[in-house]
């Protein structure tokens, strides 16, 4: 076989030789009956993974390390570490998202399949760019948009792509909605006057980072007050934009939050959609966490005015069960999503105005992405919309159930309402001030991450440490979450 190998590698072509490597190493990296073995035992440690974390034979979340100690652990690994353990190792020592006491970020619980998909995906490596490097992947990513679109009532006009996560998409949402709304080039031109957007003080931060990389600066964000549930305050969108436009500034977009992510607040899209339209802005939803609500009967009213919006982004990798990083960006209008970048690199496409969807290096920031699409397709291939239902439905029911706990226990103060799975609350002390009880919430918190049992987060809102639960684990139930307000209770005395 080594002969054979060797002898391949070195055959003369009509325009030279193609030189030897180390073909034994080579060998080694493809062989298949490695492979093979290796593939059954990380399945194998896999599944033991899910049954120990969901069945919680495994009793921690997490083995806390702290971050010097954690490098200098794989520093000694990667010159002495046994290669049989690595894969042990990376499950024993990263936060685990399938156990029912993980309550803490906005990272999604993955269906088993979808590492079967992921695999899949980084096998064939199909960059997607052009047709030829992405066949199966640009046809699927195609019917996926479609019916994404379709479920946010969305015409035939409509269209989009999926792409590496929801600040990316918020940022090629704002894009072509300068391109849109602006009449200036700035594309190639660059500025000429000061442009600005409106968005929440409770948005996610990208939305702030994606106006600063289009370099509209401070003044271009223009920050609308949250009410008392922290949601955007309606009431004051022509106030904001007055004076805005009275600085000068051209408005040309205002953005939704579907939900904030401090609290998983819902703005009221449909008074935002009524606002964008007297003003001819760009109205865009940022949905990355709470758009899946959208599959929910039961709260897919949330959503109410988004079919209004010129773009939607929603992320797979938070409520939808998929791995990160998959997000998908919707148009009203496909051509939007067509003409947002308008260079192209004259080696990969022709210059067409046709609607090439199969080339999808026309209409997002990357070139080369992941075969994502396979995660969404299989997905509802295999289990049917009804799936995104069930589990939206369930997260949001377990939030609401939670918080009523919380104000039947006087220990506790719940900062709002909750509207979707995010949920802030925190401890009460008689006899301290607001600065000591956001030290003894923060105390807390550090000393629950170190135990490991549960993991969960914690967030400022106006001057008050909170601490946050985003209930993604399908398994957790009430009974894990009174455990963890007895925890927290413990840990508060001890404190």
């Given at each position: 076989m080594g002969g054979f190998f060797y002898a391949c590698l070195l055959y003369k072509c009509s325009r030279g030789y193609i030189y030897p490597m180390n073909e034994s190493l080579l060998e080694k990296a493809f062989s298949t009956k490695d492979f093979e073995r290796l593939g059954k035992e990380v399945l194998a440690e896999i599944s033991g993974h899910l049954q120990r974390t969901t069945q919680e034979t495994q009793t921690k979340t997490l083995v806390w390390n702290p971050p010097e100690n954690e490098l200098d652990f794989w520093e000694k690994f990667l010159e002495?570490?046994?290669?049989?353990?690595?894969?042990?190792?990376?499950?024993?020592?990263?936060?685990?998202?399938?156990?029912?006491?993980?309550?803490?970020?906005?990272?999604?619980?993955?269906?088993?399949?979808?590492?079967?998909?992921?695999?899949?995906?980084?096998?064939l490596n199909n960059g997607m760019a052009v047709y030829e490097m992405g066949m199966s992947p640009n046809a699927i990513e195609r019917i996926v948009i479609e019916k994404l679109g379709k479920k946010f009532g969305y015409g035939a006009?409509?269209?989009?792509?999926?792409?590496?996560?929801?600040?990316?998409?918020?940022?090629?949402?704002?894009?072509?909605?300068?391109?849109?709304?602006?009449?200036?080039?700035?594309?190639?031109?660059?500025?000429?006057?000061?442009?600005?957007?409106?968005?929440?003080?409770?948005?996610?931060?990208?939305?702030?980072?994606?106006?600063?990389?289009?370099?509209?600066?401070e003044q271009g964000i223009v920050k609308i007050p949250a009410n008392t549930n922290f949601a955007m305050d309606t009431n004051q969108l022509e106030t904001f934009y007055e004076e805005s436009v009275s600085k000068g500034i051209q408005i040309f977009a205002i953005?939704?939050?579907?939900?904030?992510?401090?609290?998983?607040?819902?703005?009221?899209?449909?008074?935002?959609?009524?606002?964008?339209?007297?003003?001819?802005?760009?109205?865009?939803?940022?949905?990355a966490h709470g758009g899946a609500a959208i599959y929910s009967k039961k709260y897919g009213f949330l959503l109410d005015g988004a079919q209004e919006a010129d773009s939607i982004v929603i992320d797979g990798h938070k409520m939808m069960l998929m791995p990160t990083i998959t997000t998908a960006l919707l148009f009203k209008e496909r051509k939007h999503s067509e003409h947002t970048f308008s260079q192209k690199a004259d080696y990969l496409l022709d210059d067409t105005t046709e609607d090439e969807w199969y080339n999808s290096g026309r209409r997002t920031f990357e070139c080369?992405?992941?075969?994502?699409?396979?995660?969404?397709?299989?997905?509802?291939?295999?289990?049917?919309?009804?799936?995104?239902?069930?589990?939206?439905?369930?997260?949001?029911?377990?939030?609401?159930?939670?918080?009523?706990?919380?104000?039947?226990?006087?220990?506790?103060?719940?900062?709002?309402?909750?509207?979707?799975?995010?949920?802030?609350?925190?401890?009460?002390?008689?006899?301290?001030?607001?600065?000591?009880?956001?030290?003894?919430?923060?105390?807390?918190?550090?000393?629950?991450?170190?135990?490991?049992?549960?993991?969960?987060?914690?967030?400022?809102?106006?001057?008050?440490?909170?601490?946050?639960?985003?209930?993604?684990?399908?398994?957790?139930?009430?009974?894990?979450?009174?455990?963890?307000?007895?925890?927290?209770?413990?840990?508060?005395?001890?404190?």
């Open positions: 002495d570490g046994n290669q049989t353990d690595f894969f042990k190792e990376i499950l024993n020592r990263t936060t685990h998202t399938h156990h029912p006491k993980y309550v803490g970020h906005q990272v999604g619980v993955t269906a088993p399949i979808t590492v079967l998909t992921g695999m899949l995906s980084n096998l006009d409509a269209g989009g792509f999926l792409t590496s996560g929801g600040t990316l998409a918020n940022l090629t949402a704002l894009l072509s909605a300068r391109k849109a709304k602006v009449a200036h080039d700035v594309w190639n031109e660059g500025h000429t006057k000061p442009l600005g957007i409106m968005v929440c003080e409770e948005a996610h931060y990208c939305v702030d980072r994606a106006a600063k990389i289009m370099g509209l600066g953005v939704g939050s579907a939900p904030s992510t401090a609290t998983g607040a819902y703005d009221n899209l449909k008074t935002i959609a009524q606002f964008a339209q007297k003003h001819k802005l760009w109205f865009h939803v940022d949905g080369t992405k992941t075969m994502m699409c396979l995660h969404w397709f299989a997905l509802l291939k295999f289990y049917g919309e009804k799936l995104f239902d069930n589990y939206v439905s369930r997260q949001y029911d377990l939030a609401k159930d939670f918080a009523q706990t919380i104000k039947e226990n006087p220990n506790f103060e719940l900062a709002t309402e909750p509207m979707s799975n995010i949920l802030c609350f925190r401890y009460l002390k008689p006899g301290l001030n607001n600065g000591e009880l956001n030290s003894l919430n923060a105390s807390i918190r550090q000393t629950l991450l170190e135990d490991g049992e549960f993991y969960l987060v914690q967030t400022k809102l106006r001057g008050s440490l909170y601490l946050r639960t985003t209930l993604m684990n399908p398994f957790t139930t009430v009974k894990h979450l009174n455990l963890l307000l007895v925890k927290i209770e413990a840990t508060a005395i001890a404190c």
